[in-house]
């Protein structure tokens, strides 16, 4: 049995680039539109919905305050498609990932402190725990949907992992 603790530290670009895409803004140069009113921000995330004839839907989730510290008594994987996650207010909220791969790897867990304004986007087969929001919240997500297996579980109760924030 496994004991261990995460503390979620700041995510950059850099440090969440083997696990997906931090979306946001930065170092993004804006198309102007809209005659000058709008700014458009393109290539933010690689979204990738298509694998055995996936589709890309765009979908809210309510998701509801979390305490500290929390049990990590598993985590998924969606094989088939990435998964972006854009906070609809601003606010901070957490993700816990490991690599992609049979199972997750418990010493290669991170957790991230996603700051306000900005969303995350995992790779296919990233694993992660489900959505850890420090407030109630809605999340638009831009996600796969379509036939075959995109949804794969591995319970993690016998590790004892603990997120602290």
Same mark, same amino acid.
């Given at each position: 049995?496994?004991?261990?603790?995460?503390?979620?530290?700041?995510?950059?670009?850099?440090?969440?680039s083997k696990f997906g895409?931090?979306?946001?803004?930065?170092?993004?140069?804006?198309?102007?539109?809209?005659?000058?009113?709008?700014?458009?921000?393109?290539?933010?995330?690689?979204?990738?919905? $298509?694998?055995?004839?996936?589709?890309?839907?765009?979908?809210?989730?309510?998701?509801?305050?979390?305490?500290?510290?929390?049990?990590?008594?598993?985590?998924?994987?969606? /094989?088939?498609?990435?998964?972006?996650?854009?906070?609809?207010?601003?606010?901070?909220?957490?993700?816990?990932?490991? /690599?992609?791969?049979?199972?997750?790897?418990?010493?290669?867990?991170? $957790?991230?402190?996603?700051?306000?304004?900005?969303?995350?986007?995992?790779?296919?087969?990233?694993?992660?725990?489900?959505?850890?929001a420090t407030e109630d919240?809605?999340?638009?997500?831009?996600?796969?949907?379509?036939?075959?297996?995109?949804?794969?579980?591995?319970?993690?109760?016998?590790?004892?992992?603990?997120?602290?924030?």
């Open positions: 049995m496994t004991k261990k603790i995460i503390k979620p530290i700041p995510i950059t670009k850099e440090n969440f895409d931090m979306i946001a803004t930065e170092n993004i140069k804006p198309l102007e539109i809209n005659n000058g009113y709008a700014k458009r921000f393109d290539g933010i995330a690689t979204i990738d919905t $298509s694998n055995k004839n996936g589709e890309t839907t765009i979908s809210i989730f309510s998701a509801l305050k979390r305490s500290f510290p929390i049990e990590i008594d598993m985590m998924e994987k969606h /094989p088939l498609g990435s998964q972006a996650f854009i906070p609809m207010k601003e606010t901070i909220f957490l993700t816990l990932v490991a /690599p992609a791969g049979e199972k997750p790897e418990i010493d290669k867990i991170e $957790s991230f402190i996603i700051p306000k304004g900005k969303g995350v986007n995992y790779k296919a087969g990233v694993w992660h725990f489900p959505l850890i919240m809605d999340f638009l997500v831009v996600d796969r949907k379509g036939s075959g297996e995109n949804l794969i579980i591995e319970n993690l109760v016998q590790e004892k992992i603990l997120l602290e924030y």
